[in-house]
């Protein structure tokens, strides 16, 4: 596939395209969501399970933030070579993140202690937290900058976009709910906690497991937003295009 025509920064056409970028890859990106989000779908099973919510939700909130955010650094590469008619395998794509490993992590792991707080604290500046630094990993895998330089260069490309940025977010939150909620009343999973019987815990307990699992994918659908996100403030801002960003990661 040539590269798309972009003549703005939108939220429907990132989140369509960033959706589409994800099945037309599937195998790719499915196989290095399942990687990354190992670890987050083996303590949203046990963790919850053994500690319950409260401490342990904070916990998972933030690890499931920092392998999203890792995802999106891996899929950058992806996603240019994707929008320059080529397909990039697993493999090419972590190493092409691999000369940025330590800023792509501390960049993650920054961001999302950021937003988790923020959120947790005070919800609208977690929100705020979350638009301006939305490509701050992306950055710090193409760029090769360090971690703050990666969130004042976010910081840059989001400016003048950010309402569209959070309608991104938005949208793809409001989509993820729907659809979860969806899969949770078809599997049994009640939702009235105080009231349910027996056999409805049982029937939730089955069903987190199925919930889940189709919460990876989900997951993987946003970080693939978020790598087509990167490369459209970049397209918008500096004109920079996919053989530019597919060169780094080759």
């Known amino acids: 596939m040539a590269s798309p025509t972009i003549s703005g920064f939108r939220a429907g056409n990132v989140i369509g395209r960033g959706v589409s970028v994800y099945f037309r890859n599937f195998v790719a990106f499915v196989l290095a969501t399942i990687m990354i989000f190992a670890v987050p779908f083996l303590l949203s ?110 910081l840059q490309l989001t400016k003048g976009h950010r309402w569209q940025v959070f309608f991104v977010m938005v949208l793809w939150l409001l989509v993820s709910i729907v659809l979860l909620r969806v899969v949770g009343f078809a599997v049994g999973v009640p939702f009235d906690a105080e009231n349910e019987t027996v056999a409805e815990a049982n029937a939730w307990t089955d069903g987190r497991l199925v919930m889940q699992a189709i919460s990876v994918p989900l997951f993987g659908i946003a970080a693939s937003i978020l790598a087509v996100g990167y490369h459209d403030l970049r397209f918008v801002k500096e004109s920079i295009g996919d053989e530019e960003i597919a060169r780094t990661f080759d």
């Open 45 to 154: 099973i046990f963790v919850i399970a053994d500690l319950g919510p409260g401490p342990a939700g904070i916990l998972l909130i933030l690890v499931w933030l920092i392998a999203c955010y890792w995802l999106s650094a891996v899929l950058v590469g992806g996603v240019a070579s994707d929008f320059k008619g080529s397909k990039a395998s697993v493999g090419q794509m972590l190493r092409g993140i691999m000369p940025a490993l330590v800023p792509v992590t501390g960049a993650a792991v920054l961001v999302s202690l950021m937003v988790t707080f923020g959120l947790f604290a005070f919800l609208v500046p977690g929100v705020i937290l979350c638009v301006v630094f939305w490509v701050a990993v992306p950055v710090a895998a193409f760029e090769r900058t360090s971690v703050s330089d990666s969130m004042k260069r976010s």
